[in-house]
C-alpha cells in the first residue's frame, strides 16, 4: 500500500480516490501508518484504510480467503457509475505494479470520454493508438495496428 | 523449534481439533448470499469502519459514486510486501 500512498498525487490528478481494505482493526491501520508507512513515503496515508475483520467485504468481492484468515490481494477499478471495469488479483508474495493500475485507469477514463468510440488496443498508454471500431475496421486492424510497432 | 518462513501473509498459523457440524436440515441462518464481484457490474456496496487522516471514521463505497474508485485489498498490515 505504500506504493500507492507514493504515488497518491498522480492519483489525485486522474480524479481517483483509493480505499484499501485489510483484516486489521482501524486500530492497527493507525499504528501501522504512524510506525512504518508514514516512514515509507514521507507522510501520511492520504485514503481510507478500511478494516474487514470478519472479511465480509472481501468475500463480497471474491478477495477473502477463509483458511487464512485473510484479504487476497485483490485490486479493482471502480467507475463513476459504481461499475467494477477492471479487477486483478494476486496471492500475498507477489506485489502489484501500480503503474499498470495507472495505464488502466487511464485507457477506462479514455474510452468513457469518447462513449465508446473509441477503444484501447494491447499495451495503450496515453497518446498512443486508439482504434474507432466499425464496419470499416472489421478484418483492417492488420492496416493500422502494428503489434510490433504501436505495443 | 525451527523457525517458520515468515511468508508474506498475515501468520495465521493456529489450528483447531474440527469441530463435528451441526446435523440440521435447516438452512444456516447467516448464511451470506454470495454475488461475488464481476468486471462489467455494479460493485457491490459496502459501508467498514476505517482509519483515515489521524481519525477513525466510516467508509461508504456508494458515497464515492460519481467518482473512480481503485478498491485495494491486500494481506496484512505490517506484512512484507
Known amino acids: 500500500m505504500s506504493a500507492v500512498a507514493a504515488q497518491y498525487d498522480t492519483l489525485q490528478k486522474l480524479g481517483v480516490e483509493v480505499i484499501s481494505v485489510s483484516v486489521d482493526s482501524q486500530f492497527v491501520h493507525k499504528v501501522w501508518n504512524d510506525n512504518e508507512l508514514s ?98 475496421l472489421v478484418g483492417n486492424v492488420w492496416k493500422v495496428w502494428d503489434p510490433f510497432k504501436d505495443h | 523449534m525451527a523457525d517458520e518462513n515468515a511468508g508474506c501473509a498475515r501468520p495465521t498459523g493456529a489450528t483447531a481439533p474440527e469441530t463435528p457440524e451441526k446435523k440440521t436440515t435447516e438452512p444456516q441462518a447467516k448464511e451470506i448470499k454470495m454475488s461475488v464481484a464481476r468486471v462489467g457490474t455494479k460493485a457491490p456496496d459496502f459501508d467498514a469502519p476505517a482509519y483515515y487522516r489521524g481519525g477513525f471514521t466510516r467508509v461508504k463505497l456508494s458515497d464515492f459514486a460519481g467518482k473512480w474508485v481503485l478498491l485495494c485489498f491486500y494481506p496484512g498490515d505490517f506484512t512484507f510486501v
Open chain 1, 39 to 136: 516512514k515509507m513515503v514521507k507522510k501520511d496515508i492520504p485514503f481510507h484504510m478500511a478494516s474487514d475483520g470478519a472479511g465480509n467485504v472481501g468475500k463480497l468481492f471474491g478477495v477473502y480467503d477463509e483458511n487464512a484468515g485473510v484479504e487476497l490481494r485483490g485490486r479493482f477499478i471502480i467507475d463513476p457509475d459504481g461499475v467494477i471495469q477492471a479487477m486483478e488479483v494476486l496471492t500475498p508474495p507477489v506485489g502489484r505494479k501500480f503503474s499498470e493500475s495507472i495505464r488502466q485507469i487511464q485507457a477506462y477514463q479514455h474510452v468513457r470520454s469518447k462513449k465508446g468510440a473509441e477503444v484501447c488496443p494491447a499495451g495503450w498508454e496515453p497518446g498512443k493508438k486508439v482504434l474507432k471500431p466499425g464496419p470499416d
